[in-house]
């Protein structure tokens, strides 16, 4: 008999030291009546799958989750149906046992993990389980925590971009002594997974981990080749690519813009600006987090003439700027970006009157592993429900530039 592999995430939720446990229905094909953690077969990215299965399954968002550990994936034969299931394990902390089921279960438990061993379980579910719980299995005292809090940190972080937050990976990463190699890889992983829509922090945190197994840490950048920390005044050539093809330098019509607008808050943005040093430059506030008054702080003091822009009067704003230029928090290659919200509104506008939009971001923002088109509406409820992020399509786009 053939096998067939099918990839599957399990999300184990975990409240005051007891397990979530959901009884599939039988509208489901596969195990009605078993009892299960929160699971899904990977459709798109699986670190982004399993907070959308936990969203569809529990009603449960990211900020009612904080990611403990992301385990090893393993594989579970089954014959009767000539599947294995290649299972990648998760474990959540969740705020709250108030749970809002879907169609595809039941019912729902809160049991102790000695428990779980003698419910009806689909196959390998309580090997999953041990692969996550007690989480960082074999990592010294304290060091645990320092990562938990490193990770819990950096995923509920909605203040800093996501270059600042990479770089705050690396050190995490930089700061467990060189002889833990497994958990510095664990580690890496867990980073990675804890904000799916920031590919650069699991590029970071996997660099570092890389670069501490070979017996140094990379000084040179924590997010791709050419980056500098936003209070590093060094100007920082870089070059812009198409979303088809590359281009050697910077178009024309950013090179020679005179007047730039630019939105939220962004150190690879910065960095140009830096380079370019345009004559005049207006950000906008960027509600409901106002990071664009913290680029208008450090453009300021890079000497660099900058106008204020409210939310509300971007269209005055774009009668008197060449070019829109904003940063990226993930890449979807050949469908758009994800980036703050108001970037789209920006975009659109910008279209509408004739003014190209370019976007800087390192090339670790690039997500791998959409093969078809993401339901972005329904990620973003699951990962952003405090609306901070939105996706712009690629349509609204004049070029990628990546550093």
């Known amino acids: 008999m053939k096998f067939r592999n099918q990839r599957v995430v399990?999300?184990?939720?975990?409240?005051?030291?007891?397990?979530?446990?959901?009884?599939?229905?039988?509208r489901i094909g596969t195990y009605p009546g078993y009892w299960a953690g929160v699971s899904g077969t990977v459709e798109f990215p699986e670190d982004v799958q399993v907070y959308v299965e936990i969203y569809e399954e529990t009603g449960l968002?990211?900020?009612?989750?904080?990611?403990?550990?992301?385990?090893?994936?393993?594989?579970?034969r089954d014959n009767s149906f000539g599947v294995n299931w290649v299972i990648t394990p998760y474990l959540f902390r969740t705020s709250t046992r108030r749970v809002r089921l879907n169609s595809e279960n039941i019912g729902y438990r809160w049991v102790r993990p000695r428990e779980l061993e003698s419910l009806r379980t689909p196959p390998r579910f309580v090997d999953g389980f041990r692969r996550v719980f007690p989480p960082y299995s074999g990592v010294p005292r304290g060091l645990d925590r320092k990562i938990f809090r490193g990770v819990r940190r950096l995923a509920h972080d909605r203040s800093h971009g996501a270059a600042e937050l990479a770089h705050e990976a690396s050190t995490l990463i930089g700061g467990i002594p060189g002889?833990?190699?497994?958990?510095?890889?664990?580690?890496?992983?867990?980073?990675?997974?804890?904000?799916?829509?920031?590919?650069?922090i699991g590029a970071?945190?996997?660099?570092?981990?890389?670069?501490?197994?070979?017996?140094?840490?990379?000084?040179e950048s924590a997010v791709g080749a050419g980056f500098r920390p936003a209070n590093d005044r060094r100007r920082v050539p870089i070059s812009l690519e198409a979303p088809s093809r590359a281009a050697i330098g910077f178009p024309p019509g950013l090179a020679r813009a005179g007047a730039i607008l630019t939105h939220s808050?962004?150190?690879?943005?910065?960095?140009?600006?830096?380079?370019l040093r345009p004559s005049h430059v207006f950000a906008t506030d960027s509600y409901p987090l106002g990071e664009?008054?913290?680029?208008?702080?450090?453009?300021?003091?890079?000497?660099?003439?900058?106008?204020?822009?409210?939310?509300?009067?971007?269209?005055a704003a774009l009668r008197k700027v060449d070019v829109v230029l904003v940063g990226a928090d993930a890449v979807?290659?050949?469908?758009?970006?994800?980036?703050?919200?108001?970037?789209?509104?920006?975009?659109?506008?910008?279209?509408?009157?004739?003014?190209?939009?370019?976007?800087?971001?390192?090339?670790?923002?690039?997500?791998?592993?959409?093969?078809?088109?993401?339901?972005?509406?329904?990620?973003?409820?699951?990962?952003?429900?405090?609306?901070?992020?939105?996706?712009?399509?690629?349509?609204?786009?004049?070029?990628?530039?990546?550093?």
């Open 292 to 315: 664009g008054r913290r680029t208008q702080a450090m453009l300021h003091a890079e000497a660099i003439e900058v106008h204020r822009v409210a939310d509300t009067d971007v269209d």
């Open 61 to 76: 968002t990211a900020d009612d989750l904080t990611l403990v550990q992301k385990g090893r994936p393993m594989t579970a």
């Open 332 to 403: 979807v290659p050949g469908q758009g970006i994800v980036n703050k919200v108001g970037t789209l509104a920006i975009a659109r506008r910008a279209r509408a009157r004739g003014i190209p939009v370019f976007v800087v971001c390192g090339r670790e923002k690039r997500t791998r592993g959409m093969r078809r088109k993401l339901d972005f509406s329904l990620a973003l409820k699951a990962l952003d429900p405090e609306g901070c992020f939105e996706f712009c399509p690629m349509r609204f786009v004049t070029r990628i530039g990546y550093v």
């Open 10 to 26: 399990t999300a184990f939720l975990e409240n005051r030291g007891r397990i979530l446990v959901l009884q599939r229905s039988r």
């Open 179 to 200: 002889k833990h190699l497994a958990c510095r890889q664990m580690a890496a992983v867990t980073l990675a997974a804890a904000r799916p829509l920031m590919p650069g």
């Open 265 to 275: 808050y962004s150190s690879t943005v910065l960095s140009a600006l830096r380079y």
């Open 204 to 219: 970071a945190a996997h660099r570092a981990a890389r670069a501490k197994a070979r017996g140094y840490l990379e000084t």
